[in-house]
């Protein structure tokens, strides 16, 4: 089939509603669009690049767990949770406004499903399986932990309205889930296609939300799918790309071109949409992990002018790396430093204008690495 030729899906006739019941995706995909070689090109550059970058950077997993956080934090806000970048960070929900917490849970859950995710793909194949696991965790002890967690739906959901009666959208009846998602999964792994991996991700996202296939969290574990897609096929070797926050930045294109697959059958303006995001993201990726190696290597420099003070001070700048937003308590229970140790560590850090503090306060005050921290929070 071509992109170009896709035929949109069909309604069927349900207990006083209609379902929308999508074609099958498993099978060769071509195209005739110098534009869409265009994009895919330029969009597998950048993420080759960003992908060559996070194999050579040292210590590269500390930097991953911002990445890792901020996407969490992002595609948790599309779905409309408020947490912050500095709440996110923080592990203690002691720590976070008990009106803040339900929405740090949903955004520490995605955190640990990502974690969880990745770690198992060394193990087990992609599958729905193991999206059924990430499913599990996201909805953990929040608000949607009475929907079947960890399953497919076994009824009817919809999207947009109160009621099936007034739904913007209504996806496929939940006895299509099974057989949907078991040819999305095929897929995934057919090798005798030749469908490049963007393009196949790229209809994978979409099948995967038109088909809705549980009934809380879809939007999460969808975006989830395409870094999970990434990694399982070696195009990332770890979850460095957070496509949320370009999908929020344009939320509305977003879902707009979704839409247009289902109501006019225009896949080739989805993948198109879809191939710009990858290289946009992918590419101020690029510029992110340059902007830590630079400043890396200048912060290293000024710590050094600490003299018998600086070993310790490295120490706490490589922490910083890891947690931007700390508290000198905490500090002293990572690096089992003394307080008042680490107390003189951030004077002379805050003195070298790489640490500022948040609060004004005398006591509690709350610390953070801003100019590293603003790579992510912006």
């Not at 099958?24 to 993420?47: C, F, G, I, K, M």
């Not at 997993?61 to 992002?74: P, S, W």
């Not at 600086?310 to 308590?329: D, H, W, Y």
């Amino acid at each position: 089939m071509t992109i170009e030729g896709f035929q949109k899906g069909t309604y069927q006739q349900q207990f006083r509603y209609r379902s929308y019941q999508p074609p099958l995706v498993n099978h060769q995909w071509t195209w005739d669009s110098p534009e869409l070689h265009d994009l895919l090109s330029n969009a597998n550059r950048h993420l080759g690049e960003l992908n060559g970058l996070s194999l050579i950077v040292p210590d590269v997993d500390r930097f991953i767990q911002m990445h890792v956080v901020k996407e969490a934090q992002t595609s948790s806000r599309i779905e409309g949770t408020q947490t912050e970048m500095d709440e996110a960070l923080e592990e203690d929900p002691e720590e976070i406004a008990p009106e803040k917490r339900d929405d740090w849970r949903e955004v520490r859950n995605y955190i640990e499903a990502m974690n969880q995710s990745v770690e198992r793909l060394k193990t087990l194949p992609l599958s729905n399986r193991l999206l059924c696991e990430a499913h599990r965790t996201l909805l953990k002890g929040v608000r949607g932990e009475g929907k079947t967690p960890g399953e497919f739906r076994r009824s009817q959901n919809w999207i947009g309205g109160a009621t099936l009666a007034d739904a913007v959208f209504i996806p496929p009846h939940h006895e299509e889930v099974p057989a949907l998602m078991s040819d999305l999964e095929a897929f995934w792994h057919n090798e005798t296609i030749a469908v490049p991996e963007l393009i196949r991700i790229g209809i994978s996202h979409y099948q995967f939300e038109t088909i809705h296939p549980f009934l809380d969290g879809n939007g999460r574990i969808g975006r989830l799918l395409i870094a999970l897609y990434l990694v399982s096929k070696g195009l990332l070797h770890r979850p460095c790309l957070y496509l949320s926050a370009h999908l929020e930045q344009h939320r509305a294109a977003y879902y707009d071109a979704l839409t247009a697959v289902r109501t006019r059958g225009d896949l080739m303006h989805w993948i198109k949409f879809f191939l710009v995001a990858i290289n946009e993201t992918a590419r101020k990726g690029v510029l992110t992990f340059q902007s830590i190696h630079e400043m890396r290597q200048r912060t290293a420099a000024q710590i050094q002018t600490l003299g018998k003070r600086s070993g310790n001070a490295s120490r706490l700048l490589e922490s910083l790396f890891a947690k931007p937003v700390v508290t000198s308590a905490g500090l002293s229970s990572r690096l089992d430093l003394s307080q008042p140790t680490v107390d003189r560590l951030l004077s002379d850090l805050r003195r070298l204008g790489i640490v500022h503090e948040l609060t004004g306060k005398r006591r509690n005050r709350v610390f953070y690495f801003k100019e590293y921290y603003q790579l992510f929070a912006s």
